[in-house]
């Protein structure tokens, strides 16, 4: 499942990155998911970690 970050709403708190630091990182501020993990949502650790955002802005889908 894909993985996205949505930037409008990501403020950078950084908890993703805390919680699954092998597929999120803080570019200029803002969360990323990390090159090559961005398909990686079906993994129950990034699902917690969108799960713990607090402002929900990490999104697991099909598409982008
Ligand atoms: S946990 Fe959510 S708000 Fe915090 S950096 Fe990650 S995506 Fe952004």
Redesign the pocket.
């Given at each position: 499942m894909k993985i996205s970050?949505?930037p409008e709403?990501?403020?950078?708190?950084?908890?993703?990155?805390y919680?699954v630091p092998s597929v999120?990182t803080?570019v200029d501020g803002?969360?990323a998911v990390l090159p090559g993990r961005e398909d990686d949502g079906d993994d129950p650790a990034v699902r917690r970690?969108a799960e713990?955002?607090?402002?929900?802005?990490?999104m697991l889908g099909r598409q982008g």
């Open positions: 970050v949505d709403r990501c403020y950078g708190s950084g908890d993703c990155v919680r999120f803080v803002f969360g970690a713990g955002c607090p402002s929900q802005a990490i």
